[in-house]
């Protein structure tokens, strides 16, 4: 080990399929180049070289409901090689030219990863990971401007989460083969099939007639163990609270591939509509470069809404709100564009306040372990213009 | 809904197979229906009925090495029906009663259902979702005791987490046709298996030599695009931090089944070591009564080690420990059976105290993104007699 120094990380030897880079991998290959090419370039001209980013902040985003989600506007800041920007500079090169040794030889890493590989760099290694963190995120809103998200330059999240079941028949790819792969969903018992950390290069069969996210994991077993999609023509997503970003982008490539429609099933509180559903639809405000890749504009709220409390007799079997809820449920209305802009999020939420009560999907259970597949759902499927946008 | 009144869950009348009960079913009824019975008779003959539960703290669990994991002593506690237990004594019955019919139906509820499905029991039913959680404690250490587990009562927890690839075939049942289905694990792609909340209907079918326990969802996913799991002919399994009950469960059914070892690969802290890798090995003290299922004392510790840190020249990917992870270790050495029982570990973990820091797994990419499995894993897995206890 001693002897062991390498100024970059040594990328798998593992038998692998040659690489066939797609027109992503081409794209994201073009970028790198070409930011490389003309930093060279100015070095070579005796001129400072610089990097531009997009500005990474709720001033420099805007919603439309046309486009569907929080998009990141034109603002943009320079990082000029200088004295104090040398290491950071040089640090955003070399993670670039990680990336692109990464795409070529098809492998990935995590943030957390990435931070390891830098202590090889000498003195342009990160101390702490927040430091890495930063640079990538800059590296991400650059590349996120010409259409590439933070996967395609292969660097991972590192959770993935997000377990499916039902009419769907996910194609990935063999790496050893470079074959395709057919990944059946409705062949996995009472178990499932859990969503990768990269879903880029994944493709879709499917006949079903929509899908079903959910928020926990006790729920999508039960619609799962009774074979909901079946009875339903639907597929199953687990997201276990907030989706992750693999499980959002899945979704979103779904319904985009397939055109169907996203229906969210989450708690009735406001934690579970202006954070999960909001996420899943639309986004977040600091993450604004890459909402465009991970919101899923064509969600619709299926419930539960502060009206099924009161339609279905819930309510007591519900919590009172607590501080935080009350004051999330507030922020909604007064600074959250998304809810600002949908009169009937607007009347939902004054509606919960009003009664100033919660109630989780799994309240259903009051009226029986199935009631909830074998009346709620049938119900509110049953009324889609209904669901709230 | 206004007339909706039903004083016990409805069950699924989704078309489902019907039920062949198999033996722990049969063992789970007598259970119950013994139980019923003495209580019907106490009350027949005037006398006020009791139930026993195994008293469920450390002060009644013992820990033998040969055994493997915190056993339930002898101690139990009666609750013997009287105007101050009348409510929880109903209460115990009524979950019993819920238990009784899920198994007949094949049905399950997470504790969080059987929570609301109290809210139509009238006086008996539980104001908030500890009282039932306690109750149902006390019917699944009950339960414990003629070998039954709380899955087996068909009480599911919330959450199932741990994802599988490799050289394994998942035997399910298939709910509709009661046939069996056959998961193969090698078919994921970058995706993998989810394990469901219950795994106690499984079967499984392997030629793997052993199975990877590993901590982070980003190992996992480097180690299945690598497929790994061939090269070294094993199985992975994430657990995603300390593995939940279902995962506890699966590798554990999956070791006692196909006779194969279970390696831990873990961060290298007091959390991965006392907290993951302990409770995996051994379980914990104060849920004594479920560990004789849940732990898997068949588990070795791979690593990452304390000495992995001088081997592998990870020092400058280390983390000083905080205060929080040498109070852990600390305990450990001082109040924990399981550490205490074994010099190894003691040693282990004075050496980590001595060299005051921590290393996570990801830090061994410092030597390449795939130094882990092309040279870190096959040299431990070379030397498996120093695998850590």
């Known amino acids: ?34 930011t490389a090419l003309r930093v060279r370039k100015s070095i070579d001209g005796r001129v400072l070289p610089e990097l531009r ?13 046309k486009v569907g989600y929080f998009e990141l506007g034109k603002g943009t800041s320079a990082r000029a090689l200088s004295v104090n920007t040398v290491k950071s500079f040089a640090q955003t090169l070399r993670l670039m030219a990680i990336s692109k040794e990464m795409v070529e030889n098809n492998d990935f890493a995590t943030k ?25 995120d800059d590296i991400e809103a650059m590349a996120s401007v010409v259409g590439l998200s ?43 099939y859990s969503i990768p950390h990269s879903v880029e290069h994944l493709k879709f069969k499917t006949e079903a007639k929509f899908v079903i996210a959910i928020e926990t994991g006790g729920m999508f077993q039960r619609l799962n163990n009774h074979k909901f999609w079946k009875s339903a023509s639907c597929i199953l997503i687990e997201t ?13 490539r779904l319904a985009d591939d397939k055109k169907i429609p996203v229906y969210a099933f989450v708690d009735c509180d406001p934690y579970g509509i202006a954070n ?13 470069h890459i909402n465009r890749f991970f919101c899923v504009p064509q969600a619709q709220y299926l419930g539960v809404t502060p009206q099924d409390i009161l339609d ?11 501080e935080v809820d009350i004051k999330r449920a507030k922020d ?15 009347k939902a939420i004054e509606q919960m306040l009003k009664m100033g009560v919660r109630a989780e999907q799994q309240a259903l259970a009051k009226w029986g372990l199935n009631f909830v597949l074998e009346e709620y759902l049938p119900r509110k499927l049953a009324n889609r213009k209904g669901f709230l946008p």
């Not at 980013?53 to 409901?65: A, C, E, H």
């Open 312 to 322: 279905f007799k819930l309510e007591d079997a519900t919590h009172p709100l607590q």
């Open 53 to 65: 980013f997009p500005t990474r902040s709720l001033s420099n985003v805007k919603y439309d409901t």
């Open 112 to 136: 957390r990863e990435a931070y390891y590989v830098s202590k090889n760099w000498g003195d342009a290694k990160f101390n702490e990971q927040p430091e890495s963190d930063t640079v990538m």
């Open 240 to 252: 276990a609270g907030v989706p992750t970003r693999a499980t959002r982008r899945f979704i979103r």
């Open 332 to 346: 909604a209305l007064k600074n959250d564009p998304f809810f600002m802009a949908h009169k009937p999020w607007i």
């Open 150 to 192: 933070r996967e395609q330059l292969r660097y991972f999240p590192e959770e993935h989460g997000g377990s499916v079941a039902g009419n769907l028949v996910v194609i990935d790819i063999d790496s050893e083969t470079g074959k395709e792969l057919e990944i059946d969903c409705t062949g996995f018992g009472t178990g499932s």
């Open 1 to 34: 080990m001693a002897e062991r120094k390498k100024p970059e990380p040594k990328l798998s030897s593992v038998k692998r399929a040659p690489r066939k880079l797609d027109e992503l991998d081409k794209k994201t290959l073009q970028m790198i180049e070409g």
């Open 276 to 288: 999960i559903y909001r996420t899943l639809k639309v986004g977040s405000g600091n993450m604004a």
